[in-house]
C-alpha cells in the first residue's frame, strides 16, 4: 500500500519558487512528526524540514529562510514551500516520519530541478 504520495516538484529556473505537497495515507497522521528529505545525484538522502504535531518546525542550515513546512491534517497532506530557489536545491524531494523508528516505505518521491 502506497503511504506517501508526493507531487509539484518540477523545473523552476534559479530564484523561483515551487510548492510541493505530500498525501499520506498512515492512521493517525496527526499524532507523527512529520518530514520532508531530499537525495540528490550521488548524494545520501537528507532532511530538509520537519513539523511536529504540534506545528513546531525545524529547518536544515541549507534551506533556512528559503523553504516553509507546513501541514494540514484534517486532509493528511503535508506541505513544502519552496522560495528563492538555487541549482543545490536539485534533487528528488520524499515525504516521511521525522522519527526514523516510526518511518515507513518511501514513495516514488518528486523530482526538483532548478536551472537556467
Known amino acids: 500500500q502506497v503511504q506517501f504520495v508526493e507531487s509539484g516538484g518540477g523545473l523552476v529556473q534559479p530564484g523561483g519558487s515551487l510548492r510541493l505537497s505530500c498525501a499520506v495515507s498512515?492512521?493517525?497522521?496527526?499524532?507523527?512528526?512529520m518530514a520532508w528529505y531530499r537525495q540528490a545525484p550521488e548524494k545520501q538522502r537528507e532532511l530538509v524540514a520537519s513539523?511536529?504535531?504540534?506545528?513546531?518546525?525545524n529547518y536544515a542550515d541549507s534551506v533556512k529562510g528559503r523553504f516553509t513546512v507546513s501541514r494540514d491534517n484534517a486532509k493528511k497532506t503535508l506541505y513544502l514551500q519552496m522560495n528563492s530557489l538555487k541549482p543545490d536545491d536539485t534533487a528528488v524531494y520524499y515525504c516521511?516520519?521525522?522519527?526514523?523508528?516510526?518511518?515507513?516505505?518511501w514513495g516514488q518521491g518528486t523530482q526538483v530541478t532548478v536551472s537556467s
Open positions: 516521511n516520519m521525522a522519527l526514523t523508528s516510526s518511518m515507513r516505505p
Open positions: 498512515v492512521p493517525l497522521f496527526e499524532t507523527y512528526k
Open positions: 513539523i511536529s504535531r504540534g506545528g513546531t518546525t
